[in-house]
T-cell receptor, first 113, second 108 residues
């Protein structure tokens, strides 16, 4: 019963490439989030969205953009990938009026070479 | 500033020993705190919410506003508890701030 799906588990891209990470949720959640997970740094918020076509910068938005054209889909875009963007990327969603926190995807491990 | 501190990167205990994973927070508002767990090769999942005051898999966590802490405890650790644990603070409108995580290793 997968509820938050990230399209790729592993990706290898070259420096300078434009990279798209896709996330889809089937729980009709209003809110969606992109985090990166790095050892010793925990999870850091890149961008989030609380409605279709709405987006807000998180703590580390530089070098990233997002797109939310449909409620169920939230895409993270690396405009020009760099080696310091090698990381595990986690997508999550949540319901606005819920105290249950987030539901996470399984993550995309991106390596930029 | 909104911050979550998990001072231990690694906590190693023997099976049957008590476990306490520390979490301290900094937040000017009324805090909502969570513990998330990530088992090997699995996705991050919610373990506990302070608001529910529940016990999950033998784990409990009590919010101490005076000490700004939300430590995770279990009286008798099991090998299957070995995982990465993250403490998280909701800072408003569903945003969560996470700590850096503590890896719990339970040895037989």
């Amino acid at each position: 019963d997968v509820k938050v799906t990230q399209s790729s588990r592993y990706l290898v891209k070259r420096t300078g490439e434009k990279v798209f990470l896709e996330c889809v949720q089937d729980m009709d959640h209003e809110n969606m989030f992109w985090y990166r997970q790095d050892p010793g740094l925990g999870l850091r918020l890149i961008y989030f969205s609380y409605d279709v076509k709405m987006k807000e910068k998180g703590d580390i938005p530089e070098g990233y953009s997002v797109s939310r054209e449909k409620k169920e889909r939230f895409s993270l875009i690396l405009e020009s990938a760099s080696t310091n963007q090698t990381s595990m990327y986690l997508c999550a969603s949540s319901q606005t009026d819920s105290n249950y926190g987030y539901t996470f995807g399984s993550g995309t491990r991106l390596t930029v070479v | 500033a909104q911050r979550v501190t998990q001072p231990e990167k690694l906590l190693s205990v023997f099976k049957g020993a008590p476990v306490e994973l520390k979490c301290n927070y900094s937040y000017s508002g009324s805090p909502e705190l969570f513990w998330y767990v990530q088992y090997s090769r699995q996705r991050l999942q919610l373990l506990l919410r302070h608001i529910s005051r529940e016990s999950i898999k033998g784990f409990t966590a009590d919010l101490n506003k005076g000490e700004t802490s939300f430590h995770l405890k279990k009286p008798f650790a099991q090998e299957e508890d070995s995982a990465m644990y993250y403490c998280a603070l909701r800072t408003g409108f569903q945003k969560l701030v996470f700590g850096t995580g503590t890896r719990l290793l339970v040895s037989p």
